[in-house]
Antibody, heavy 121, light 108 residues
Framework: QVQLVESGGGVVQPGRSLRLSCAASGFTFSNHGMHWVRQAPGKGLEWVAVIYFDGSKQHYVDSVKGRFTISRDNSRNTLYLQMNSLRAEDTAVYYC??????????????WGQGTLVTVSS | EIVLTQSPGTLSLSPGERATLSCRASQSVSSSYLAWYQQKPGQAPRLLIY???TRATGIPDRFSGSGSGTDFTLTISRLEPEDFAVYYCQLYGSSLWTFGQGTKVEIK
């Protein structure tokens, strides 16, 4: 069965960096686009970034452009999110989610359980 | 930019009752690209419906989706205890995507 397991969350000071990982199993990882979606405490869902199946393209929400980098290692079935210059408003649960398609179709058919990132001094 | 507005914000119902959730788009969208997700407290969202009316794998048939143009509906025919959750609609596709703000279905 499809499994997505995030890790790497924690408490970090403003301006610092953090890298999230998402280990995928149960499907052919290299056939699917992958996303990061976040949810601030008590708020709704916000898409953050997408990477195409082969890593050829990435897109970001405006609020993280230039600070966050999404990447993937298809040999390790793992998705990453490098988060630099973190701000208080980045505090959220970060979910990795599989795209229904190979690129950026933005239909999220499977989700991980999420990892909490708290940005606080 | 297309905005999805869900109503009501909160729906208070009893188990066994019918739930009708609305999602309205600020401009006409293709029904091929409208999805619904369920999120229970402390859990990740789960895909329920895509293409406005197609149930995702493993979703019970008490969940149904309908609509076109600017108005879409998620119906839960008879609420089970596990159905009390927050529901999000979402527009998807390669050129535009967005989530609604969510409707909470709570036990009355």
């Amino acid at each position: 069965q499809v499994q997505l397991v995030e890790s790497g969350g924690g408490v970090v000071q403003p301006g610092r960096s953090l890298r999230l990982s998402c280990a995928a199993s149960g499907f052919t990882f290299s056939n699917h686009g992958m996303h990061w979606v976040r949810q601030a405490p008590g708020k709704g869902l916000e898409w953050v970034a997408v990477i195409y199946f082969d890593g050829s393209k990435q897109h970001y929400v405006d609020s993280v452009k230039g600070r966050f980098t999404i990447s993937r290692d298809n040999s390790r079935n793992t998705l990453y999110l490098q988060m630099n210059s973190l701000r208080a408003e980045d505090t959220a649960v970060y979910y990795c989610a599989r795209d229904f398609d190979s690129s950026g179709y933005f239909l999220f058919d499977y989700w991980g359980q999420g990892t909490l990132v708290t940005v606080s001094s | 930019e297309i905005v999805l507005t869900q109503s009501p914000g909160t729906l208070s119902l009893s188990p066994g009752e019918r739930a009708t959730l609305s999602c309205r788009a600020s401009q006409s969208v293709s029904s091929s690209y409208l999805a619904w997700y369920q999120q229970k407290p402390g859990q990740a969202p789960r895909l329920l419906i895509y293409g406005a009316s197609t149930r995702a794998t493993g979703i019970p048939d008490r969940f149904s989706g309908s609509g076109s143009g600017t108005d879409f509906t998620l119906t839960i025919s008879r609420l089970e205890p596990e159905d009390f959750a927050v529901y999000y609609c979402q527009l998807y596709g390669s050129s535009l995507w967005t989530f609604g703000q969510g409707t909470k279905v709570e036990i009355k």
